[in-house]
């Protein structure tokens, strides 16, 4: 580790996370200056791994991504931040661009892009899918915070931006269970921003998204080098799109049929 200009702290946000945590924090915590490890109070060993190594334990009832974030930043010591989630590890050569990026940081630049590369089956799919999926995550936490959104949030900075060239690893799709799981969750959290948007079900949106979103995917991405892995990439993803407007339809079926019963009940 190079001498910094400033001194970083690094947020992980963890929620059953023995998996992926230990091979993480071996990496982390001989370089961040500060590591801490922001819990939704796991139930299995990751807890146990993370206080064999010099980390801050914090735990804190999940609402969403970006709430759980910005309360973290409340409590890192440092103004420089690096969140990175448990599912995700950085190249080395990431660890030494932010190392040189924070020993001279340009004047008024107060949020950094990382680009991502997203596993799929354990397999990185030339760059990985979406690459370079660009994260807000090291940014100054006086000028920054995460938006007010239930999903996919990112990085608002009143300062000035730049993009690193060196990536973060995320283990994006381990199986189909869990990710029907942690989609099942998603839907939720996308519906309620549609609501909040005052978004109403439409026929384009239903079945027009979806095929655009296979179509960028599979042939503008050129999964379709990638067989059967690469279809199923773009499928799953254009299957997302298909469920979350479904939701919404759901929503506005449920609530007419609250008005009809309403309805033909006064009393």
Known sequence: MQERKVSLSVIIPT????????????????????VIICDSFSTDKTLDIARKEN????????????NQKNWALNHAMHDWVFIIDADELPEQSLLQEIDSFLKEVPAGVELAYIPRKNKFWGELLGDGVNYPDYQTRLFNKLHGKYQ????????ISDGKSI??????IHEDFTDISSWWLRNN???K???????????????????????????????????????????????????????????LYEHELGNKQ??????????
């Open 163 to 168: 993009y690193l060239t060196h990536a973060l």
């Open 189 to 247: 959290y996308e519906l309620i921003e549609l609501l909040r948007n005052e978004q109403k079900w439409n026929r384009k949106m239903q079945y027009m998204k979806p095929v655009y979103v296979f179509f960028r995917i599979y042939f503008l991405k050129r999964m379709f080098k990638y067989g059967f892995k690469g279809f199923f990439i773009a499928f799953q993803w254009a299957v997302y799109h298909f469920f979350v407007y479904a939701k």
């Open 185 to 187: 969750r998603y839907f």
């Open 148 to 155: 007010d959104k239930q999903v996919h949030a990112h990085v």
């Open 258 to 267: 609250i008005i009809h019963e309403k309805s033909a009940n006064p009393y």
């Open 15 to 34: 929620y059953n996370a023995e998996i992926f945590i230990s091979e993480l924090l071996s990496m982390i915590c001989p370089w961040a200056d500060e």
């Open 55 to 66: 980390v801050r334990i914090l735990q804190h009832e999940y609402i969403n991504s970006s």
